[in-house]
Nanobody, 117 residues
Framework: QVQLVESGGGLVQAGGSLRLSCVGT????????MGWYRQAPGKQRELVAG???????NYAESVKGRFTISTGNTKDTVYLQMNSLKPEDTAVYYC???????????WGQGTQVTVSS
């Protein structure tokens, strides 16, 4: 019923920046955590960044110091600021919202990020 709409992907040169956004079409109650996964060609899906309802964050080792996850004024909005992008960051990025108990998840449609060398 609730959809997560992603935006901000695109083509960028190495060293550049992109800001991904993810927003729910309706209010999501009882959010536990939000974040971003990515899937690169020939690679397994991996967690890029997550943030809990209390503000704690977790990042993949490969993006620490370069990516920053944050939430908006509303709890059903999440951003991913990506700086110093590398070609190995090329992937489809999916946002998620984990909510309720027992926990359930909504997923975004995915947005392509391509970093050229």
């Amino acid at each position: 019923q609730v959809q997560l709409v992603e935006s901000g992907g695109g083509l960028v040169q190495a060293g550049g920046s992109l800001r991904l956004s993810c927003v729910g079409t309706r209010t999501i109650f009882n959010i536990n955590a939000m974040g971003w996964y990515r899937q690169a060609p020939g690679k397994q899906r991996e967690l890029v960044a997550g943030i809990t309802s209390r503000g704690g964050t977790n990042y993949a080792e490969s993006v620490k110091g370069r990516f920053t996850i944050s939430t908006g004024n509303t709890k059903d909005t999440v951003y991913l600021q990506m700086n110093s992008l590398k070609p190995e960051d090329t992937a489809v990025y999916y946002c998620y919202v984990n909510f309720g108990y027992p926990p359930k998840e909504y997923w975004g449609q995915g947005t392509q990020v391509t970093v050229s060398s």
